[in-house]
């Protein structure tokens, strides 16, 4: 299984919004509607922030939203804060009841 | 409150093997598939294998195929990764994962495996 593609970075100022892709194939990403989000801070465990393309576990922020059209999934978090600066990675469901992790991407709070 | 707690880390040679533990609290464990999931230093994310709640069906990647062999015991709340034959590219961060339907709502904080000389 290859890794889904993402942006190796993004960055954004304060208050204003940064969206991540996340671009996979009709095997996994395009397959399913079960493509989830990760945030994780350095040296920490990640956190789930986003699971079933759009859908927001308890407790995350309602900043945090993604969709899907396609191969393509994508996040945007909106309003960025200082603690939001972190590694993400999207994951997908594949064929035959395996997982794939994106490349991850560096987001940089400026 | 659920509770992940990674075991068994270290350094091994290539070619030796390691047992990684993961102590589950806080949930019903015989009711979800359970996950590993391993971070090479300063590299993303990979998942490794997941099994079913009572064990009956495995997946893994292939990279680790017949060499890893991920298993649990229910009745004392426990994930297992047997590694054997470890290559200096299996070298990573290892954490298990709470496999809640599609996506690993809980994970643990990690153990490091090293495969050095």
């Known amino acids: 299984q290859s890794a889904l593609t993402q942006p190796p970075s993004a960055s954004g100022s304060p208050g204003q919004s940064v969206t991540i892709s996340c671009t996979g194939t009709?095997?996994?990403?395009?397959?399913?509607?079960?493509v989830s989000w990760y945030q994780q801070h350095p040296g920490k465990a990640p956190k789930l922030m986003i699971y079933?393309?759009?859908k927001r576990p308890s407790g995350v922020p309602d900043r945090f939203s993604a969709s899907k059209s396609g191969n393509t999934a994508s996040l945007t978090v909106s309003g960025l804060q200082a603690e939001d600066e972190a590694d993400y990675y999207c994951a997908s469901y594949v064929d035959g009841n395996n997982y794939v992790f994106g490349t991850g991407t560096e987001v940089t709070v400026l | 409150e659920v509770q992940l707690v990674e075991s068994g880390g270290g350094l091994v040679q290539p070619g030796g093997s390691l047992r990684l533990s993961c102590a589950a609290s806080?949930?019903?464990?015989?009711?979800?598939?359970m996950t590993w999931v391993r971070q090479a230093p300063g590299k993303g994310l990979e998942w490794v294998a997941n099994i079913k709640q009572d064990g009956s069906e495995i997946y893994s990647v292939d990279s680790v195929k017949g060499r890893f062999t991920i298993s649990r015991d229910n009745a004392r709340n426990s994930l297992y990764l047997q590694m054997n034959s470890l290559r200096v590219e299996d070298t990573a961060v290892y954490y298990c994962?709470?496999?809640?339907?599609?996506?690993?709502?809980?994970w643990g904080q990690g153990t490091l495996v090293t495969v050095s000389s």
């Open positions: 079933d393309v759009s």
């Open positions: 806080g949930f019903t464990f015989s009711s979800d598939w």
């Open positions: 009709s095997s996994d990403v395009g397959g399913y509607s079960y």
């Open positions: 994962a709470r496999n809640a339907l599609t996506a690993f709502d809980y």
